[in-house]
Every structure is written in structure tokens, then in C-alpha cells.
């Protein structure tokens, strides 16, 4: 693919993008979220036309007109979230539109020695007799692969098969893009995780707002480096952070502590104390298990392995109502998906949470409503018409703080914060963290969660630094640098990390 563009009204999504795949390498695509790897993705499966650049398949020029076409030409893709048939047996899904038939019917004897033979090729322990709903996540994974391999395909595009997987499951989907690569295959494979990058990677491409960057074998590439290309910044020289003064005096029992939670195929066995006055910041690229802690802590998702205690008392929670019971709040990274209700005002919207968490045997008036939501409005400087206007009129910045306001008003122990910044304008960032200081200065427990590495460090008193779904340290924040946190991101296993804090 060369000087490939491609622009969406108001977006210009890919600009001279280009990728190089070559027969018998695992090639990894590589960057942010926005970087324009999806859209690159479906440039060349057929799903968007590109407004100008070339693709080439062996030489010859092709531009596949849609996903069936991609497939024909021998470009197959499997996509994160199994697009199978899990009511379907495992014979069915492989061969979907192509079951051999015969005397006007199917010829189920041919159909399952066919797939068999390709789920054998690959060495995939698994019947195709099989229902396809009876497997594992990962071995359907592997179906979908085996799929892609039966329709003959030169390219097979893999986008972030193995984020829901656990390392032994990860390593199976590894296995078998092994025998794909020793096969001749040509593999692009889209991760956010380092590791998993280093570990199969012949080529890595880094992308960054929608045009290409470079092309590195791993040995030329290292990973402090890659994350520098990924973010556009140059840590080599990076100014130091003053230290975040503490306010507070550290409490004897902390609002928060974890010990060992974690849910299979999201996050791995995670320590965490967040005290009274202090802002815990949470550090890593995408991918690295930020959301996942936040949506573990708050019941959003359910934890299958260690504890956790609120202020000494041990807790579980099995839903978010019971996390807000308990004195949590949440502010999501999606704020208008999953945070504001456009449809309701400012005034439905502050006194959401409050009401959730009292029930609804104990109504709060409309009158109550519109004193809480002006107070809040005051308090925060929230800039609106009134507060019975629709809060999707709001700007970003005001949403996030009409948010915010929300979980203020259940007077909370512990706030979460997931993104608080993200999509707001300069001066609407500098009040979101102007205000998570003046919160912690009230004694109030915050988790601070940003992509943005130096909102992180100068609002955070200690930060734990994130990687492929685990915590690899934490760091009291004297004097770090944007460099010192991506050294600690970017160590390899292998390598040895800078000691965590007691």
C-alpha cells in the first residue's frame, strides 16, 4: 500500500499512509488510538475506498470494492470480537458458504474431513463435530483463523485477536501464526502490547495521526524509542516534573486498598493503596489495563480473584449501585457514551447518581434537583444557559464538569477518574486539574487515569505505571519525568525494573 489517503467530513483519517508486507513475516502495525490503523485496515479489506494511493497484491495492482472482494483476491481478516456463528458447529463456521454438497444436499463426511484437515494443519486441538459456543474464547479465535486459512489467503489480517486473552491462551494464537509465517503467509497483526509486539514481530510499521512514520525490524527498534515515534515526543531530554507538595498527612488505613484483583483475560493480580488527601495516578499506554482496574474497582466488571477494602472494612461489590453505596464514583473514559444522558438536562443529569444511590423509595423532588444541580453549577463554574437545558448542548469541558458534579453531590470517599481531559479544549483541561487538586486539598481519595503523561504527573502524589494488563511498578512522584515512566513502560520482562516504593 502506498500514498494511500483517505478523509472523512471534517477528519482527514489517512494521509500517504503506506505498508510493506512481505510472504513468511509477521509484520505488527503499530500506535495510538487515532493513529489510523483501523482505517488502514479497511482500506485494504474492502471496506472504504481510498480517495488516492495504490495497493499492490504480488505485484499487481488491485482495489478491492468490498470485504467479499478482499477475501477473493486472498485477503482475509479475523477481528477482535469473533464474528462466527456460535450456534453453528465448528465445521460450519470454518467452511460458512463453501460446505461441499451433494445429491442436493450437504456431504457432512467431506465437510468435516475438509475442516479437519485444516484445523490439523494448524495443529488446533478440537473436533470440528464441535458446537463452535462450547469453546473458549481463544480456540475460537482460532477457528476464526483457521477460516481465513481455508479460503486460501496470502494476506491474513489479525486486529487485536488476543486482548481478551490470557498469556497460555495468547501463546496458542501465537503458535498457530507461527505455522502461518513458516507456511508463507504474510500476517499483519495489530496490538497495543509491547510485549506481544517484540515477542512475534519480523517488521513493526508506527503509525501516527494517519500517516505513516516508519518501518523497523525489532532489533533496530527500542521500545523507548517506539513509544517516542507512537507519541511524537522525544523523552531523551524530557524537563523534570516539580514534585507534587503533599497536603495531607498519610492516614494509618487507607481509603482503598486491592490486594491480588483481577479477572482472567483482563487484568493480572493487582496491589493498590489510595490514601485519604492523595491522587493515585495510573500510567500506561493503551492496551495496558487502565480501564479495566477502574471498571474492577467500581463493579462494572467483576472481579474473579483477590480483595478489596474501603477505609479497613472488606468489601465485594457485584455492581456499580453497590460500589456507589459504598462511597465510590466513577467518571468513564467514554463520557458521551457511557457518562452523560443527552437526552435529559443538566439538572436529570448532576442529580442522576444521588437518586441511584438513596433509591427510588426516597424521590428527590424536582425542587431539591434544581437546588443540588445550581449549587453544583456555581461550585464547579459550570458554564450553561440554566440548568433545565439539555446537557448535549454543553461543551465538552462542561460535561465533563456537569459529571464531575454528579458524583460530588453523593459526597464520595474514593473518585475515579478515567480520561477527565480527553476531548476538551487547553483551558477546560487546566480547571478539570485545577479542580482534582482542590478535591484532594478537601481530603478526598482519587484515582487519576490519562493517556496524557504530564497531566499525570504534575496532579499525581504516586503513580503506578501500567503494562500489557499488570502493574510493573510504582513510583512516589519526586522529580519524574515523562522519560522515567516510559523507561519503566518500555522495560522488557526480562529486563530489570526500578524497584517499587514500598
Known amino acids: 500500500m502506498s500514498g494511500i489517503c483517505k478523509r472523512f467530513p471534517g477528519v482527514q483519517a489517512l494521509r500517504d499512509a503506506q505498508l510493506r508486507l512481505y510472504p513468511g513475516e509477521v509484520h505488527v502495525l503499530m500506535g495510538q488510538n487515532g493513529a489510523g490503523k483501523s482505517t488502514l485496515i479497511k482500506v485494504l479489506t474492502g471496506v472504504y475506498p481510498p480517495d488516492a494511493g495504490r495497493i499492490e497484491l504480488q505485484r499487481r495492482p488491485v482495489q478491492p470494492a468490498s470485504p467479499l472482494a478482499a477475501q477473493q483476491l486472498g485477503i482475509a481478516t479475523v477481528y477482535q470480537e469473533v464474528n462466527l456463528c456460535p450456534n453453528l458447529s465448528v465445521t460450519e463456521n470454518i467452511l460458512a458458504g463453501r460446505l461441499p454438497r451433494r445429491w442436493g444436499g450437504i456431504a457432512w463426511g467431506a465437510a468435516h474431513r475438509q475442516a479437519d484437515g485444516v484445523l490439523k494443519a494448524l495443529n488446533i486441538p ?24 481455508s479460503m486460501d489467503a496470502q494476506v491474513l489480517v489479525l486486529d487485536e485477536p488476543t486482548s481478551s486473552l490470557d498469556e497460555n491462551e495468547t501463546a496458542q494464537i501465537f503458535a498457530v501464526m507461527q505455522r502461518l509465517r513458516d507456511r508463507g503467509v504474510a500476517i499483519l497483526f495489530i496490538t497495543h502490547f509491547l510485549d506481544q509486539a517484540y515477542a512475534i514481530a519480523d517488521r513493526i510499521t508506527v503509525m501516527r495521526n494517519g500517516s505513516f512514520v516508519g518501518e523497523y525490524r525489532p532489533l533496530e527498534l527500542p521500545r523507548l524509542k517506539l513509544v517516542s515515534l ?6 531523551s531530554e524530557a524537563d523534570a516534573t516539580p514534585p507534587l507538595p503533599m497536603d495531607a498527612a498519610e492516614a494509618q488505613v487507607p481509603v482503598l ?10 487484568l493480572h493480580p493487582l496491589d493498590l493503596d489510595v490514601q485519604a488527601g492523595q491522587v493515585l495516578g495510573l500510567a500506561g499506554l493503551l492496551g495496558s489495563g487502565r480501564t479495566e482496574t477502574a471498571r474492577l474497582l467500581f463493579g462494572a466488571d467483576r472481579a474473579d480473584g483477590g480483595s478489596l477494602s474501603l477505609e479497613g472494612q472488606a468489601r465485594r461489590f457485584g455492581s456499580p449501585r453497590d460500589a456507589m453505596r459504598a462511597g465510590l464514583a466513577y467518571c468513564p473514559e467514554e463520557r458521551k457514551t457511557e457518562g452523560i444522558v443527552a437526552e435529559l438536562s443538566v439538572r436529570e443529569n448532576i442529580a442522576l447518581a444521588l437518586q441511584v444511590r438513596r433509591g427510588w423509595w426516597r424521590h428527590i423532588t424536582r425542587l431539591q434537583q434544581q437546588a443540588l444541580a445550581e449549587h453544583w453549577v456555581r461550585e464547579l463554574d459550570i458554564k450553561t444557559a440554566g440548568v433545565e437545558g439539555p446537557i448535549a448542548q454543553l461543551s465538552g469541558g462542561n460535561q465533563q464538569k456537569a459529571m464531575l458534579a454528579r458524583w460530588l453531590a453523593t459526597e464520595p470517599h474514593l473518585l475515579i477518574l478515567d480520561e477527565p481531559t480527553r476531548g476538551i479544549d487547553v483551558a477546560a483541561k487546566q480547571e478539570i486539574m485545577d479542580l482534582v487538586l482542590a478535591l484532594c486539598r478537601r481530603g478526598l481519595a482519587l484515582i487519576f487515569i490519562s493517556s496524557e503523561m504530564p497531566e499525570v504527573l504534575r496532579v499525581s502524589h504516586r503513580i503506578a505505571v501500567m503494562r500489557d494488563r499488570r502493574k510493573v511498578a510504582e513510583l512516589p512522584n519526586q522529580r519524574l519525568t515523562e522519560a522515567d515512566i516510559f523507561r519503566v513502560i518500555t522495560a522488557s520482562q526480562g529486563e530489570p525494573r526500578q524497584k517499587e516504593a514500598a
Open 126 to 149: 478440537i473436533d470440528g463435530r464441535q458446537l463452535l459456543s462450547d469453546q473458549p474464547v481463544a480456540v475460537q479465535q482460532m477457528v476464526a483463523i483457521a477460516r481465513a486459512v
Open 257 to 266: 486498598r486491592v490486594r491480588g484483583l483481577a479477572r482472567r483475560g483482563q
Open 230 to 235: 507512537m507519541i511524537g515526543r522525544d523523552f
